[in-house]
């Protein structure tokens, strides 16, 4: 027969090794989880890798920061944060989701509770509208079910059905709960060259007009943008309720990156390669790229998209 003290020991142990296992911190260390309503991001790490991976963007580095920590410091927001960026391609709009992405949940863009959506690639064939709108309303409401704080990231805006957006409005909107299930702590992210050129000639009038591109601010754009999208047929918001309904919190633009600020991303590659920065490389490869206006030749047309591209070349050289 087993002795009292015995088989009370070992019913201690089994407790407490049970209790540890099924902490959440331990649990949490091997399986992702969601994060907890009161979680807060830092602001002093986010802010960083924004200064030090994301160039030539002060407006769109200062906006999302300021909405972003705004939202996530207040215990019992109204709404889902809901951003929509814009701007040429290789400006950095898919970079500062990711890292915006990273910052909520450290898998990124792997984790099981951010969610990329590719209008090309997921929602392909006009005849099927009604279709995409259900298995979307669908999906959004399953995951915000398991994962309040759930990221929603739209790309390639400007190449969505025009009202297949206008789906997830209900999501988007000022209700408390939609269904049984509450909206209000998921994030949504809008991806979009659409206003890329309205953006550019703000950019090259203020150049001409001898003023510092950081002298650039909000308001100087977002109207302008706002409207200019809403009435573009080929922005992913044309005449859309989410913008007729004042549901998205900031049209965030993107400026045309510099030559230095392409140099910048020449360097930054190069060290997140293991490489020492060789400038006779960084120079090289930044006078491989084209610029624009014709004469003046500013900015760079496709941004720092090509960078690794060419720099791969000369790194096999």
Request: proline share 5%; hydrophobic share 40%.
């Amino acid at each position: 027969a087993l002795e009292p003290l015995g088989v009370g020991l070992a019913i201690g142990v089994a407790w407490a090794l049970t209790g540890y296992l099924s902490h959440p911190n331990f649990y949490c260390s091997y399986v992702e989880c969601c994060p907890s309503a009161g979680e807060r991001l830092n602001a002093t790490v986010l802010k960083a890798q924004l200064n030090t991976k994301l160039f030539g963007q002060h407006l769109a580095k200062d906006v999302v920061l300021k909405a972003v920590m705004g939202f996530s410091n207040n215990p019992s927001p109204k709404k889902p944060l809901t951003l929509s960026l814009h701007g040429w391609a290789g400006t950095g709009k898919n970079f500062l989701s990711q890292i915006l992405a990273e910052h909520v949940h450290p898998a990124g863009l792997r984790s099981k509770f951010v969610h990329l959506f590719l209008a090309t690639l997921h929602f392909p064939h006009h005849d099927q509208l009604k279709l995409y709108k259900e298995q979307l309303q669908n999906w959004i409401r399953g995951n915000v079910s398991a994962c309040p704080q759930s990221i929603f990231i739209f790309d390639e805006m400007d190449k969505m059905h025009p009202g297949l957006i206008d789906a997830i409005k209900p999501f988007l909107d000022y209700y408390e709960q939609v269904d049984g299930v509450s909206y209000r702590h998921a994030i949504f992210i809008f991806l979009s060259n659409a206003g890329g050129e309205l953006i550019n000639k703000a950019a090259f009038d203020f150049w001409t007009s001898g003023k510092s591109r950081e002298e650039i601010q909000l308001k100087d754009l977002e109207p302008a943008l706002s409207v200019g999208v809403f009435n573009n047929k080929n922005s992913g918001l044309w005449h859309s309720s989410l913008i007729d309904r004042n549901l998205i919190d900031y049209f965030v633009p993107f400026l045309p990156l510099e030559y230095k600020h392409v140099k910048m991303c020449i360097r930054a590659e190069m060290i997140a390669r293991g490489h020492a920065v060789d400038e006779n490389v960084v120079q090289a490869v930044a006078d491989e790229m084209t610029f624009f206006p014709k004469e003046q030749k500013i900015y760079s047309d496709k941004g720092c998209k090509t960078v690794q591209a060419k720099l791969d070349i000369h790194e096999d050289i």
